[in-house]
Nanobody, 128 residues
Framework: EVQLVESGGGLVQVGGSLRLSCAAS????????IGWFRQAAGKEREEVSY????????YYSDSVKGRFTVSRDNAKNTVYLQMNRLKPEDTANYYC?????????????????????WGQGTRVTVSS
């Protein structure tokens, strides 16, 4: 059984930092493109970052570029999302997703061209 478990969310003040973790069992992150997504109350889910299979890099949305960084610990089969200089608009439920294919960024949303496994999410609240 595949499981992705996020952790590390919480309440933080504006300008603070959090590090989210996404630990996988039942699959190897080496074989998947990993994405981080978030959904704020009353809003559509949006991509935060994802592995780009086209160039081997990591895509970051404009709203988080320069503040968020993704890293991996392959030995622990864990992916991290380091979030710095947090803003109130970063408040959301954050989800990691493992895509068996590649992420495709369309005009309105980013989709996985393959099978996706999702974590249960972790809540991030940034207070002003």
């Amino acid at each position: 059984e595949v499981q992705l478990v996020e952790s590390g969310g919480g309440l933080v003040q504006v300008g603070g930092s959090l590090r989210l973790s996404c630990a996988a069992s039942g699959l190897s992150f080496d074989d998947y493109a990993i994405g981080w997504f978030r959904q704020a109350a009353g809003k559509e889910r949006e991509e935060v970052s994802y592995d780009s299979r086209t160039d081997g890099g990591t895509y970051y949305s404009d709203s988080v570029k320069g503040r968020f960084t993704v890293s991996r610990d392959n030995a622990k089969n864990t992916v991290y999302l380091q979030m710095n200089r947090l803003k109130p608009e970063d408040t959301a439920n954050y989800y990691c997703a493992a895509c068996s294919g590649a992420y495709y960024r369309g005009d309105y949303s980013t989709i996985c061209l393959g099978t996706t496994f999702w974590g249960q999410g972790t809540r991030v609240t940034v207070s002003s």
